[in-house]
Structures are given as C-alpha cells and as structure tokens.
C-alpha cells in the first residue's frame, strides 16, 4: 500500500527530526531477512536506543537534503534499512552484530556528521566503545592518582600505629 502525499510529508519530517540529533546513520540490505529476524533486530535498536526504520529511498534522500549527511545520498539503491543513533558507535554495533549472525543483512555503508563510510568503516566503526565505555575509563583513569594518594595518606598513621603496637608488644616481652 503507497503512502498519500500528507503520509510522505509526515514521514521526511519524522526522519528529518531524528537526523537533527543523530550522529551517525547506517544503511543494509535487508533483501531475505524474515520478519522474525528484523523483529530481533528492531528490538535490539530500540534497547539501545537506536532509530530503526525501513523507508522508501526517495522520502529518505528529500530528509538528508540540506544535513550533514547528504554525501549518503548516493549509496541509497535497493531495498534499504536505516539505522540511526545519537550516538555515533551504537547504530554500528547494532547493525554489524547483527549481520555477524545473520548473512541476509548485508551492510551498504553509513556517515557520520560531514564523511561517508563504506561497509568496512562501519564495522571498524562497530569496534570502537561506546560513549558510556569512554566515560567510564576516562573516569577509572582520573581516580587512579587521587586513590593512590589517598591510600599514601592513609598508610602513615598505620606506620606509626604499627610501630607503636611494636614498641609496646617489645616491653611486654621484656
């Protein structure tokens, strides 16, 4: 069933707003997947917070228009699912670990903000952490010295309760 001309207009500013925030957005090739498969695949984006959609090229080429992700504008041929994410890695790792267990979603490419990838640089791409992972080394790296000091701190009453203890375990003895 074809879509009416107000469905199309509500469908370009529905992607539009989602491309206003993203950071990334992947396209595959979907030609054989059976809906049991995209329904695992659509629930797996929608935990990680990923848009998943699939869309007739032309609305999708009239929402890039105009963003930084026009230069995707070429890929688009055949029958298309899009990915897109705020963050720039979860669309990716979505996407490609998906592809890894099934052979019938086949990655075309994706862009990130101002540069097009190919099939290789999303899953280079897939690789990379997280926001949240970054967050957390960069965080573990920045309490390391202040527990360090901390502990240094902290061992010279114990140094001295220990030599006292010694002192005292010595007169004992005596």
């Not at 396209?27 to 959609?53: M, P, Q």
């Not at 995707?72 to 720039?88: F, H, N, R, T, W």
């Not at 790296?141 to 527990?147: G, S, V």
């Amino acid at each position: 069933m074809s879509l009416n001309r107000e469905e199309k207009a509500v469908v370009i500013e529905e992607v539009t707003a989602e491309l206003a925030k993203a950071q990334s957005i992947i396209i595959a090739e979907y030609r054989g997947l059976d809906v049991a498969s995209a329904t695992v695949l659509r629930k797996k984006a929608r935990e990680s917070g990923v848009y998943l959609r699939v869309m007739k090229n032309t609305l999708v080429r009239r929402s890039l228009a105009g963003t930084s992700f026009d230069g995707i504008s070429s890929q688009l041929v055949g029958p298309l699912m899009y990915a897109i994410s705020e963050d720039p890695v979860a669309a990716a790792k979505v996407v490609a670990d998906f592809a890894k267990t099934n052979d019938k979603l086949v990655i075309m490419g994706g862009a990130l903000p101002n540069s097009v990838l190919n099939a290789d640089g999303v899953k280079a791409l897939a690789t990379m952490p997280s926001r949240d992972e970054l967050l957390a080394k960069l965080l573990g790296t920045m309490q390391a010295p202040i527990a360090t000091f901390v502990r240094t701190l902290n061992e010279v009453p114990t140094k001295f309760v220990r030599g006292l203890a010694a002192v005292r375990d010595q007169k004992e003895a005596a």
